[in-house]
C-alpha cells in the first residue's frame, strides 16, 4: 500500500489543511514526521467555539488553543485568512483577548478576516487597526462594537463587507468606513445601530462607484444606509424596506428584491430603475398608487420576471400585479406567492381574478404557488 496522500508536495497538503478548523488541522501533526510541521505552513487560522461548548470543556483550552497556535508560527509567515467564531460570555478578558490575536494577525498580509462574535451582556470593541489594512480584501464582522473615527480608515483592497449587529459610535462612522472603500464591489449591512443617534447630510454620502451587490436589512423605519450609497449596485436586497421621501436613480438595477414594510415608495424604485430585469416583491400590506400618465422605462425595455410573495389578495397587492401586466411589453414571468394559510377556495378565486387580467406582452406567463 501506498500513502499517496503524503506524496504530495508540501505546498499541495497545506491547500487541502486550510480548509480544516485549525484545531482539526493542528491534528495531522500526529501523523508522520512529514505532517509534524505542516500546518504551522497553513495560511489560514480557523476557529471555532462550539466544539468546545458541546463538549463542556473549560472555555480557556479555546482561548489557549487561539494564543498558542498563532505563537507557533514564524512572524513573517503571511496569514492570508483568519476566521474566528467566538462566545465572548464566557471570558472577563474577551475584549483583550481578541484585540491581542486581531493584534498579531492584521500586519501579516491578511486578505480575508471574518470575526463572529456572540455579545450578551455587552459588545466587544475593536482595535481600529482593521480599517489601515491595505491588503484586506474582504471584511465581515458580526456582533462587536466599532468607532472608526478613532484612525484613518484606508481599506484599498478591500471587495466584499459584511456588517451584521454591529453598533457604531457615531453615524458618520459608518459613512468615513464606504469613502476608504474605493473598490467595494459587495455589501451586506444588517442590523446596524448606533450609541449616538445624531443626523446626517445626505448630501455628504457618496455613492461606492464599484459597487455591485448590495443586501441591506434595517431596523424597523430607521434608515441606516442611505440609498444613494448604493445606486450604483446591479443586485439589490432590502429587508424593511420603509418609506423614502427621495429615491436615487438607479442606473445599473438589473435585479431587486424588496421585503416591504411600506408600498409607498416601490413605484419610485420603478422609475428610476430603467435597467431593472426581475423584481421581487415581498409584500406586507400597505398601499400601491402608480401615476396612471408615466410608465417607468424599465417597464417597456428590458422587464423580464416580476413575482410577489406573500400574496393576499389584498387590494394593493392586486393593484401592483395588475399594473405589471398591464403596462410590460417585455414581461415573460408574472409568479404569485400565495400566503400558506388560504383556503385552497380563495386561492382559486385569487388566481381566476389574476388571469382575467389584461397582460400586454404576449410571451407572459401567470404563475400561481
Known amino acids: 500500500m501506498v500513502d499517496r496522500i503524503s506524496l504530495l508536495p508540501d505546498e499541495v497538503l497545506c491547500h487541502i489543511l486550510s480548509f480544516l478548523p485549525t484545531k482539526k488541522a493542528v491534528a495531522t501533526s500526529v501523523l508522520s514526521k512529514k505532517w509534524r510541521p505542516l500546518w504551522i505552513l497553513v495560511p489560514t487560522l480557523d476557529y471555532d467555539d462550539e466544539i468546545y461548548l458541546v463538549r463542556d470543556k473549560p472555555f480557556y483550552y479555546f482561548e489557549k488553543l487561539v494564543y498558542e497556535t498563532i505563537r507557533a508560527r ?3 509567515q503571511p496569514i492570508r485568512r483568519f476566521r474566528l467564531k467566538y462566545d465572548s460570555s464566557h471570558s472577563d478578558r474577551s475584549d483583550a483577548d481578541v484585540n491581542a490575536w486581531l493584534k498579531v494577525v492584521i500586519p501579516r498580509r491578511i486578505e480575508n478576516l471574518d470575526i463572529n462574535l456572540h455579545p450578551k451582556d455587552h459588545m466587544i470593541s475593536l482595535n481600529c487597526c482593521i480599517f489601515s489594512c491595505t ?3 474582504v471584511l465581515k464582522l458580526k456582533g462587536i462594537s466599532l468607532n472608526a473615527s478613532s484612525s484613518s480608515v484606508e481599506l484599498p483592497s478591500l471587495k466584499s463587507l459584511h456588517l451584521e449587529q454591529v453598533k457604531f459610535t457615531r453615524y458618520q462612522n459608518l459613512t468615513e468606513l464606504f469613502h476608504g472603500c474605493p473598490i467595494l464591489q459587495d455589501l451586506k449591512a444588517h442590523d446596524i445601530d448606533y450609541d449616538q443617534q445624531d443626523t446626517f447630510c445626505v448630501e455628504e454620502i457618496k455613492s461606492l462607484p464599484k459597487l455591485l451587490t448590495a443586501d441591506l436589512h434595517y431596523q424597523w ?9 448604493v445606486c450604483n449596485v446591479e443586485y439589490l436586497s432590502i429587508t424593511k424596506f420603509p418609506k423614502v421621501e427621495v429615491v436615487p436613480e438607479f442606473p445599473n438595477l438589473m435585479h431587486m428584491n424588496l421585503h416591504l414594510l411600506s408600498w409607498d415608495s416601490v413605484y419610485k424604485m420603478l422609475k428610476n430603475s430603467p435597467k431593472l ?7 406586507n400590506g400597505g398601499s400601491f398608487v402608480p401615476d396612471p400618465h408615466i410608465v417607468p422605462e424599465c417597464l417597456t425595455s428590458q422587464f423580464r420576471k416580476c413575482s410577489v410573495e406573500y400574496y393576499n389578495g389584498t387590494p394593493s397587492e392586486l393593484r401592483f400585479a395588475k399594473y405589471i401586466m398591464e403596462n410590460s411589453t417585455t414581461l415573460q414571468t408574472m409568479m404569485i406567492c400565495s400566503m400558506p394559510i388560504l383556503a385552497s377556495e380563495l386561492k382559486d378565486e385569487l388566481f381566476t381574478e389574476l388571469a382575467s387580467c389584461q397582460r400586454r406582452s404576449a410571451l407572459c406567463e401567470l404563475s400561481f404557488k
Open 74 to 76: 514564524d512572524a513573517e
Open 135 to 137: 491588503t484586506l480584501v
Open 221 to 229: 423605519f430607521d434608515i441606516y444606509i442611505p440609498l444613494k450609497a
Open 277 to 283: 430585469q426581475v423584481f421581487e416583491v415581498v409584500s
